[in-house]
């Protein structure tokens, strides 16, 4: 028995058996989430599979949803919205990220202030700012008028255009934030090696730096899309009565229509697709990182 | 060839620097204008739309706005730091299992989440919660995910030799939380709870269910009365709340001392 063992000191009681008071100090948290979020959620999901509360199970409600045409067409301006919104982020916040990755400019803290910092300023500030430019009356629609080079405005505010421009600018810094990680992770001797072997700039972007940041350019594309298919307030203003995503539809569900089930109906919708969206894309990118890094 | 692509790429780049840069300008702009023309003018510019935010129609929604991020950013602190000191510091058994757990709201966008907290509240006739209870329930719920990662991610990093000096020279748990786990979390912790105030205090998706006549965020206010006009006062009140924001965040980095953190100065 004189072992190693008995010259350390006794194990802590915690290391053999779990003790309950390591778990005391999550008792609070986690009442409060499983109150006011985990029990909810419970009873939202199952609200949506009843004819009314209280009723028999029932898919009834997801047969209207996806029965009625005008849902469908929510549905999927929800997802055009935001897969152009996808898109637009990622290839404005491209350039961005490679400057903020490879620039020794006195400049750098700047561009990096300038691409992040409107995320503090919230999405009512920016709202209002691209409301004043892009509406009838607004800055674009007055000078072009003012100008002679339309009779009639430019639908800029209320549809799909503004909406893409508010979300985009709104979505912008988390797309720089995550192809910055990406690019940074490029070994730039890789770029260095290819220049003096002869390699134009074209060639060393198109060949090296595009391809070796491609897990960057998908996750930047998955961010944006599921923020995107999530948010509210930039569609309910940007876009206004004349274009409804699923979001803005769950809320006038319950504000107009106190329709419960349904409303819960449209919140499950869009709960599963950014599941969905989230879950297959992620392997996806696990895929290609395996890919380029082994 | 290169010096043509190295003007094409300064020129991109320069747009859409623009691009980000033009909504905040335009509402600067707005805020100072006589009229709701916006002027570019700087002796035409006026601080007579800030003045009306002394009206209660706008100081009472701010006051409000501003004790319920309050409020928010002290409880999902407590929380917070609670329920990282068990999972990321004690490592208790199912640690991964119950992180998860408390990061799980963040999967669920806040439309969702905000629809079924208040039908929660209203299928047990809770509707009293309504307003300012049910906001700061809602926002806690929004922010502890993030508070969590945050302090956990301190808690990670923490290095363990120094909690065993201290026991080895004699300190109680309860001197080893407080004089050393907790001053070097600290930035930690501060970073998390400031995300957490900017977060509540300009959330919309989960206000817009909770808030009722009377006990209306300043957001939601804004929104409101944005969907009639685009009043030059909007333009004042959206300035004079991000001259808070920063202020905020200026007072919390001022405490908690964070900045290092970011500037990666610190382990």
Known sequence: ?294 | MNRFLSILFQSSLLLILAFIALPLVVVFAASVSPTAVISFNPSEWTMKWFGELTSSRWLDPFLLSVKLATIVTFLSGVLGLLAAYAVAYRKCPGHEAIMAFLLSPLAVPQIVKGLAIVLFLSSFGFYHLLGTAGLVMAHVVLTLPFVVRMIAGAMYNFDRRLDQAARILGATAFQRIRFILLPIIKPGLFSGMTFAFILSFNNIPLSVFLVRPGETTLPITVINHMEYSLDPVLAAVNVASLAFILAAIFLFERIGGFSTQIHGGSK
């Open chain 1, 1 to 294: 028995m004189t072992s190693v063992e008995s010259l350390s000191p006794p194990l802590p009681a915690r290391r053999s058996l779990p003790h309950i008071s390591q778990y005391l100090p999550l008792v609070p948290p986690a009442v409060v989430l499983l109150f006011v979020f985990a029990i909810p959620m419970g009873m939202m999901i199952s609200l949506s599979f009843r004819a009314s509360e209280g009723d028999a199970p029932t898919l009834y409600h997801y047969e209207r949803f996806f029965g009625d045409g005008l849902m469908l067409a929510g549905l999927w301006r929800t997802a055009l919205m935001s897969g152009l919104v996808a898109i637009c982020v990622t290839v404005m916040a491209y350039p961005i990220a490679y400057y903020l990755a490879r620039s020794r400019s006195r400049w750098r803290p700047v561009v990096f202030a300038l691409a992040i910092a409107p995320e503090l300023a919230g999405v009512v500030l920016r709202t209002y700012g691209w409301l004043v430019i892009l509406e009838d009356h607004g800055a674009i629609n007055a000078t072009l008028m003012w100008a002679g080079i339309l009779s009639e405005p430019l639908p800029l505010s209320k549809n799909l255009v503004g909406v893409v421009i508010g979300l985009t600018h709104v979505v912008l810094p988390f797309g720089v934030l995550s192809l910055l990680t990406s690019i940074q992770g490029i070994d730039p001797n890789l770029e260095r090696a290819a220049q003096i072997l002869g390699a134009s700039r074209l060639s060393v972007i198109r060949r090296i730096i595009l391809p070796l940041s491609i897990p960057g350019i998908v996750s930047s594309l998955l961010i944006a899309f599921t923020i995107s298919a999530s948010a509210y307030a930039t569609p309910a203003l940007l876009g206004g009565a004349g274009f409804k995503v699923l979001a803005t539809m769950v809320y006038e569900q319950v504000l107009f229509y106190i329709d419960w089930p349904f409303a819960a109906v449209m919140a499950v919708v869009l709960l599963v697709m950014m599941l969905t969206i989230a879950f297959v894309g992620g392997r996806f990118e696990a895929r290609l990182h395996k890919k380029l890094h082994i």
